[in-house]
DNA sequence: CTGAAAGCGCTTACAG
DNA sequence: CTGAAAGCGCTTACAG
């Protein structure tokens, strides 16, 4: 039986509405000697207030949702971006005095049960496609308010966070071609699906266009983002003679690395490879991966501020917010053998 | 204003009490004519139920929590073997209609406002060391059903579920000594926080009284389970003139390689590396890791399986479950030199 | 098979 | 500065 508001207002002798004030800090409204009284009280007893009772009664639940998309026998962390999102996420919020739910999204309708029945305050959309995001309607999303991470989704009813990652590719490209690579490869999943993989794909292309080179359409592997799939496309790869490869992920070009070792390939004496995201298993490869670096700290940082500003009224950009990437060149490229 | 369950019995023409018995499949006290005309009106407006009012109403809150030590501005999902854990964990939790609350435990008593403040039915306590879990009184877990994950912690209150440990450490030991290796190093974490790690290094050197083999005291090398501890730990080992070690992770594992690689020596050639986990990072190292594998889907399912048996009611085991273990032989491991 | 009533533990105007 | 009262959206015996 824990004690609840009821009983430390009893013990204190006032009504539950002063207890109720004093722990939720409203000094304003209760004199200094109640306050510590009652302060006393609360902590003698370890009274700890019932936040579902909160969430009943007030507006706000300090609860905020990330979801993420999983088929119903998946695992979310099998992604390593993924998982270190979950975990800045994790921080940012508990900094701010918030909860995280993580919950993993098998079918669009959960979305709305997800959204609706926590009276989440707010909440992170994380590896949506963009049509996903664009067919949330209000009806489905309440006044939960959502923060959509790397999408180039129009919906006016989710806030945006991503990378740069138009320049993120071309930056990848551009110092490919500047080692005097020109059969570089671009690998990652469909464009069609998600903005950010066309994004990177242009950013990429871009960077032929600047260094006034052509780029072979048949370069482009379409392919899942694991390291399966990228050991399989390594292969593949390795069959079309590229010199260098652009993947669209440090897990997919450790992969490829692999693939590329398989088919008698080294790393970077006959390839190169740039992988995405700087993720932690970027320097455990050998040789460490030259990668595009994101900075995720800031993006979790980003996106519960924008959470927090419109939670508490403020206004927010109604346009996305980019954060700047950056190429760390580590030991996975190199100038190709013709040049050497 | 989303709809509530009042809104649903005022447009059905019943009460709240027939409304809830049909959203909760409580059909015996229904005519399926009135569980019907109900069930389409709920589908056509969406109807979502409120979790905070009937966590508050009921007893239970369908909701478990996910406790993990973590310094205030520390991110969770760092150690690899964590964020494996979160998504297997919500992936079991979810398949049972459970949801997933995510807690960084900056401070002791943080413990029980987790515990307490949303009812949780059930948390799971990973990496805490013996002595904290040992130290939870009833007065701060209240009702909740605990597991602690990975803990020779001897607290009734927490049910245990946890990897052989001790014959992990000894099936690594037995493999190297068995290749012709004497001079092992054993890497990991103080021995005296956490009994996973002393069941570790007992099994270790079990191996070794097996093989009839003296172990050198001098090759226990104390080091945080980091990649970069690793790295400097490798540059010790190599320098102690260790053939051999056995890390109590990957990723201190590959952290070590990188020390060793640093220190001129190479693995498999001069040193023989053994990790701990068979996380993918194990199989993206380069050679693949040997390793100790721990089946983490298998102990998610598990420790879900023991939560949700004593909410129901059910007997729970009273000693701690331990799940078998298996050595993955992979290309960090050979012969010592003078055996070759 | 169905309903009226109380209650879960809080917060929020509104009075005083 | 403090309290009485209503209400948040459900569930749970208890009657009928």
Redo the contacts between chains.
Sequence with gaps: M?VTLKDIAAEAGVSPATVSNVVNGVSARVSSGTRERILRIVERH?Y??????R??AAKS?RLVGLLVP?A???????N?HT??V???L??EL??HDY??????I?RPAEV??AL????LDGAVLLGFHDAEIDRLKR??V?EVVLVAMDTYAENPLALRVRSDDHEGARLAAAHLLGLGHRRIAFAGPESSATGVVRQRHEGFRRAFADAGAAWDEELRFTVDTT?AAGREAGTRIAAAGATAVVATAD?LA?GI?EGL?AAGRSVPGDVSVVGYDDA??A????PKLTTVAQDL?AKAAVTVRLLLDRLAGREAPAAAVTLPVELVRRGTTAAPRAFS
């Design positions: 824990p370890g700890v207030p019932s936040a579902p009772a969430s009943l639940s999983a119903d026998r998946d695992s979310l962390t099998i390593p998982a270190g979950v975990g800045m994790e921080r508990r900094r909860h995280l739910m993580l919950r993993g098998a709305t049960e609706r029945s926590w009276r009806r489905a309440g390291h897990v450790i690395m070792a932690d298993i320097s455990y490869a050998t700290r």
